[in-house]
T-cell receptor, first 116, second 111 residues
Framework: EAGVVQSPRYKIIEKKQPVAFWCNPI?????LYWYRQNLGQGPELLIR????????DSQLPKDRFSAERLKGVDSTLKIQPAELGDSAVYLC??????????????FGPGTRLTVL | QKEVEQDPGPLSVPEGAIVSLNCTYS??????FMWYRQYSRKGPELLMY????GNKEDGRFTAQVDKSSKYISLFIRDSQPSDSATYLC???????????FGSGTRLSIRP
């Protein structure tokens, strides 16, 4: 079974440029998460989707970040415009049901973003 | 004060040693306790999950939760070079709440 797929793996952009990250969760997983992991830190949740619905986006900086999950499968996270402080690894994860219970979250390898 | 505190290391031990990794937390309302392992350039993967105080063993790994002290531990017996990774503790207030991760401890097992 394929794991969570993310692309690109690496991205280098200049500040004020837009950038987008793509995630394909494990087949059949209804819940999708986007996390940001700064260097030397643990992941921090940005947004959680249950199917197509964003059920927790309280940590998403909405002035420059946006996300969508059309058709409840793939998801895209966008930053526009990027700032120097956005340099981090952006991780996508999925789980088979809602976050109730102890469903394991399966993480992708992440996209490492560098903003110059 | 951070919700979860974890020593960043790095921690370097010889192969075969027993490793002890620890986290402390500030809010007694945390109910679910997890340990994730993250290899370089990879996403975290769930190693151990426990609910409430006590011990849970899985092969060479033992997770321990002491709610009275707000302290959680992960022990690795007979450590192997392949155990070299960053270990993240992770906590949840409830089964439906978001995961709060520690900052991770970098572990290196010397052959």
């Amino acid at each position: 079974e394929a794991g969570v797929v993310q692309s690109p793996r690496y991205k280098i952009i200049e500040k004020k440029q837009p950038v987008a990250f793509w995630c394909n969760p494990i087949s059949g997983h209804n819940t999708l998460y986007w996390y940001r992991q700064n260097l030397g830190q643990g992941p921090e949740l940005l947004i959680r989707y249950e199917n197509e619905e964003a059920v927790d986006d309280s940590q998403l900086p909405k002035d420059r970040f946006s996300a969508e999950r059309l058709k409840g499968v793939d998801s895209t996270l966008k930053i526009q415009p990027a700032e120097l402080g956005d340099s981090a690894v952006y991780l996508c994860a999925s789980s088979p049901r809602g976050s109730a219970g102890t469903d394991t979250q399966y993480f992708g390898p992440g996209t490492r973003l560098t903003v110059l | 004060q951070k919700e979860v505190e974890q020593d960043p290391g790095p921690l370097s031990v010889p192969e075969g040693a027993i490793v002890s990794l620890n986290c402390t937390y500030s809010n007694s309302a945390f109910q679910y306790f997890m340990w994730y392992r993250q290899y370089s350039r990879k996403g975290p993967e769930l190693l151990m999950y426990t609910y409430s105080s006590g011990n849970k063993e899985d092969g060479r790994f033992t997770a321990q939760v002491d709610k009275s002290s707000k302290y959680i531990s992960l022990f690795i017996r007979d450590s192997q070079p392949s155990d070299s990774a960053t270990y993240l503790c992770a906590l949840r207030y409830s089964s439906a709440s978001k995961i709060i991760f520690g900052s991770g401890t970098r572990l290196s097992i010397r052959p």
